[in-house]
C-alpha cells in the first residue's frame, strides 16, 4: 500500500494543507472531464443538461459551478397593485439602470435632514423636541421635559397660525400632525410651502419641488418584489412541493380587504421556476417530480410561468399572476434507473436544446488520478471546517480505500472509484477521531479506525452474521414468528438472493 506516492514524484508534500485547491468551482469536480467541458459549454450558450449516473459522482457540483460563468441577473421581477381588479396584479420588469434611476428619484424626494436645534422654537416645539415652558430640547419621545419636570408640550399643540398652514398643506396633500408641521418660507419674491417631518432624532425639511416629486410617487401603484435584482444564480429544487416549484399566493383570513387585510399583490410568492429566472434551476433526482415535470416544461417553452393561489379553500384560490419571467437553465439529473421515468416530451426538450451527460464511477488508478484524489481530499477538509488536514500517508489510506472500492462496487479493475460523497464521510470520521485525539493532523491510526467502523451497514452486517439472510433471520423473534402481522416466517437461509 502506498507504493504510488513511494515512486511517483509529488515534491514535497507532507500533508495536504500543501496541496493547491483550484479557484474555478469546475476545476474541483474529479475524474468528470468531459462533463466539465460540456458543463462550461452549456453554461456560456445557456443549454439545458440532464446528468445521469449514481449518487455522489458530482451531479450537483458540477450544476453548483456552472452558475458561476453565466452572466450575473440583469432584471428585477415585481407584482404590481391593480386598482381596477386586485385579483389580477400587474407584473413590472426593471433593470439594474432603471433601479438606478429610482433610487435617485427617492433620494431627491427624502428632502434635507437638520438638527431640531436648527429650526424656530416654534416647529421644535410642535414636532416635539422643544418644551414650551422652559425651552429645553430634548427627544421627542419623552413628553415629560427633563429639564423642568413640565409637560413639554401646550395643551392646543397649534401655534397662532396653525389653521391657515393646515389650509396651505391640504391644499398640496399634506396634513399637519405631531409628526409632521407645515409652514411657509420666503423664496426670492414668493413665500414656498415648507413641511417639517420628524426623522427619528432628526428633522427633515421638505420644499416645493420636493413634495411635488412624492406627490408623483404616492401615485404610482403599490408594488412587492418577488425576484429581486441581486440574487443567487443556481436554485436548487430537489424535492420541492408544488408550491415551492410553481409559487403561490398565501391566504389571507379577510379575503384582501382594503381596510382589514392584505392586498392580493402582497401575498403572491415566487416559486423556484421564478426565483431561477436568468440563472440554473437544478432538480436531482427529477423523477420524484412525477407529473410536475409538465410544469417544469411548459416554463422551459415559455420561458414564464403563472402564480396562482393553489389551495381551493383559500382565498388566494382567486388571484392568479400572469406572464411572470421564468428564462432559466436546466440541470436535471438522475440515476441510470430512473430515465424511463422523464417525461419523454421534457427529455427531448433537454435534448432539443442541450446535452445528455453520462458520468463516470471511476478513473484508471495513475500518479495523475491520484493526486486529483489528494485535492479531493483537502477540498474536503477546507470546506467541513471542522477537522484537520491529512498527513500524505493517512491520505494514501483513502486512496486504496478508493481503489478497493471500485474494484467491489464498480467492478473495475486498477481504477479509483468516483463515489466520492460516501470517502468524504469516511474523511470526516477519520478527522473527527483526530480531533478527539487533539492532533494537529489526521495520521494513518485515525484512518484505520475510521476503515473499521465507517461502513455501510450491508458490510457490518456481512462481517458480524455472514449475509443478510442470516441476520434477518436471528432478527425475528419466536414471538414475532407467530405473530399475525408475520403471517408467513420467511426462511431467509434459504433464500439465495440473500446470500
Given amino acids: 500500500m502506498g507504493s504510488y506516492f513511494i515512486n511517483a514524484d509529488f515534491g514535497s508534500i507532507s500533508d495536504t494543507s500543501q496541496l ?3 479557484s474555478n468551482p469546475l476545476e474541483r469536480v474529479i475524474g468528470q472531464d468531459d462533463a466539465v467541458r460540456i458543463a462550461r459549454i452549456a453554461a456560456r450558450q445557456r443549454r439545458h443538461l440532464l446528468l445521469v449516473g449514481p449518487p455522489g459522482v458530482g451531479k450537483s457540483m458540477i450544476a453548483q459551478a456552472m452558475s458561476f460563468f453565466i452572466e450575473r441577473p440583469k432584471e428585477e421581477v415585481r407584482v404590481l397593485h391593480n386598482p381596477e381588479y386586485p385579483e389580477r396584479p400587474f407584473i413590472e420588469i426593471k433593470t439594474a439602470t432603471q433601479i438606478e434611476q429610482e433610487k435617485e428619484e ?13 429650526v424656530s422654537f416654534e416647529i421644535s416645539e410642535r414636532l416635539g423636541f422643544r418644551c414650551t415652558k ?6 421627542y419621545n419623552e413628553s415629560i421635559c427633563p429639564s423642568c419636570n413640565q409637560q413639554k408640550t401646550s395643551s392646543t399643540g397649534q401655534g397662532p397660525f396653525g389653521d391657515v398652514f393646515n389650509v396651505i398643506g ?13 409652514s411657509t418660507r420666503k423664496n426670492g419674491d414668493h ?8 426623522a427619528n432624532d432628526k428633522i427633515r425639511i421638505l420644499d416645493e419641488r420636493t413634495l411635488e416629486k412624492r406627490r408623483k410617487m404616492d401615485k404610482r401603484s403599490p408594488s412587492k418584489v418577488i425576484i429581486p435584482l441581486n440574487r443567487n444564480t443556481f436554485i436548487l429544487a430537489t424535492g420541492a412541493s408544488e408550491t415551492e416549484l410553481l409559487g403561490d399566493v398565501r391566504h389571507d383570513p379577510y379575503g384582501g380587504h382594503p381596510q382589514l387585510g392584505t392586498m392580493p399583490f402582497e401575498r403572491v410568492i415566487a416559486g423556484s421556476v421564478h426565483e431561477a ?60 434507473q430512473d430515465l424511463k421515468y422523464i417525461l419523454s416530451p421534457l427529455r427531448s426538450r433537454i435534448v432539443g436544446s442541450g446535452y445528455e451527460i453520462l458520468m463516470e464511477v471511476s478513473i484508471p488508478d495513475t500518479p495523475e488520478n491520484r493526486l486529483k484524489y489528494l485535492q479531493f481530499i ?26 478497493r472500492r471500485a474494484k467491489i462496487i464498480d467492478h473495475r479493475e ?20 483526530a480531533v478527539s485525539r487533539e492532533s494537529k493532523l489526521t495520521e494513518v491510526e485515525d484512518v484505520l479506525e475510521a476503515l473499521k467502523t465507517y461502513l455501510p451497514v450491508e458490510e457490518k452486517i456481512n462481517k458480524t452474521y455472514g449475509n443478510l439472510g442470516v441476520a434477518m433471520s436471528s432478527e425475528n423473534t419466536l414471538s414475532q414468528r407467530d405473530d399475525t402481522y408475520y403471517p408467513t416466517f420467511h426462511n431467509y437461509n434459504d433464500d439465495p438472493s440473500y446470500h
Fill in 191 to 198: 413665500e414656498e410651502v415648507i413641511v417639517y417631518e420628524r
Fill in 277 to 336: 429566472h436568468e440563472g440554473i434551476l437544478f432538480v436531482d433526482e427529477i423523477t420524484h417530480l412525477g407529473e410536475l415535470q409538465r410544469s417544469i416544461l411548459t416554463a422551459m417553452q415559455e420561458r414564464k410561468f403563472p402564480i396562482t393561489g393553489r389551495n381551493p379553500q383559500s382565498a388566494g384560490a382567486s388571484v392568479r399572476v400572469d406572464n411572470v419571467p421564468a428564462n432559466f437553465i436546466l440541470v436535471a439529473a438522475c440515476n441510470m
Fill in 378 to 403: 483537502a477540498q474536503e477538509i477546507n470546506s467541513d471546517g471542522k477537522i484537520p488536514h491529512m498527513a500524505i500517508e493517512a491520505a494514501n489510506l483513502i486512496v486504496e480505500e478508493g481503489k
Fill in 414 to 433: 486498477n481504477a479509483l472509484t468516483l463515489r466520492l460523497r460516501e470517502l468524504g464521510g469516511l474523511i470526516r470520521a477519520s478527522g473527527d477521531l
Fill in 20 to 22: 493547491k485547491i483550484p
Fill in 134 to 139: 422652559c425651552g429645553f430640547l430634548s427627544s
Fill in 170 to 182: 391640504a391644499a398640496f396633500g399634506v396634513q399637519s400632525s405631531p409628526e409632521k408641521v407645515t
Fill in 106 to 118: 427617492l433620494n431627491a424626494a427624502e428632502g434635507i435632514l437638520i438638527d431640531p436645534e436648527n
